[in-house]
T-cell receptor, first 114, second 112 residues
Framework: KAGVTQTPRYLIKTRGQQVTLSCSPISGHRSVSWYQQTPGQGLQFLFEYFSETQRNKGNFPGRFSGRQFSNSRSEMNVSTLELGDSALYLC?????????????FGPGTRLTVL | GQQVMQIPQYQHVQEGEDFTTYCNSSTTLSNIQWYKQRPGGHPVFLIQLVKSGEVKKQKRLTFQFGEAKKNSSLHITATQTTDVGTYFCAGRDSGGYQKVTFGIGTKLQVIP
């Protein structure tokens, strides 16, 4: 099976712009979670989707949003970018809706905001 | 909200020495998972602990889940250079589909 894929892998934007990141989970996986990783803060949970519904949300401002499509692919959007949004954005998929599944991470999208 | 504290943040060990990282949650967890992230890579699942007091071993790695399901540890015996990376714990709140909270991670450096 192919792993989790994320596009693009690298992105450079300027303050005030918006960005959309994409994640394709492992085939058959219905749950997708997004994380922001920075050196000082570790992995911060953004949101989790299951069957097109947002099941959980982290403590991020409303500029961060996401969605999941019927094929389980997911996108996250960040509007009005700030310098502090520079980070590695990781997507992770898991097989089903239980709380007991391991997460399979993608390679991440490295976002740089200038 | 739930907090998961992980210590130490950094650890340098001589090859062959042991290494331990600890996680402590502010709330009772339904389960805890451990992940390893190699430099430049993404987190990779190592193991999941579910039962109170559970101990699991993977070769030189020993994972423990506390009796109260609020703390966990990962111990590596006789470290090797291949153990280099950042080790994260990830705890999920008990009760329903609660979000996962990751510890800040412990970055392990092994000196040959």
């Amino acid at each position: 099976k192919a792993g989790v894929t994320q596009t693009p892998r690298y992105l450079i934007k300027t303050r005030g712009q918006q960005v959309t990141l994409s994640c394709s989970p492992i085939s058959g996986h219905r749950s997708v979670s997004w994380y922001q990783q920075t050196p000082g803060q570790g992995l911060q949970f953004l949101f989790e989707y299951f069957s097109e519904t947002q099941r959980n949300k982290g403590n991020f401002p409303g500029r961060f949003s996401g969605r999941q499509f019927s094929n389980s692919r997911s996108e996250m959007n960040v509007s009005t970018l700030e310098l502090g949004d520079s980070a590695l954005y990781l997507c992770a998929s898991s097989p089903s809706g239980t709380s007991y599944n391991e997460q399979f991470f993608g390679p991440g999208t490295r976002l740089t905001v200038l | 909200g739930q907090q998961v504290m992980q210590i130490p943040q950094y650890q340098h060990v001589q090859e062959g020495e042991d290494f331990t990282t600890y996680c402590n949650s502010s709330t009772t967890l339904s389960n805890i998972q451990w992940y390893k992230q190699r430099p430049g890579g993404h987190p990779v699942f190592l193991i999941q602990l579910v039962k109170s007091g559970e101990v699991k071993k993977q070769k030189r790695l020993t994972f423990q889940f506390g009796e109260a399901k609020k703390n966990s540890s990962l111990h590596i015996t006789a470290t090797q250079t291949t153990d280099v990376g950042t080790y994260f714990c990830a705890g999920r709140d008990s009760g329903g589909y609660q979000k996962v909270t990751f510890g800040i991670g412990t970055k392990l450096q092994v000196i040959p």
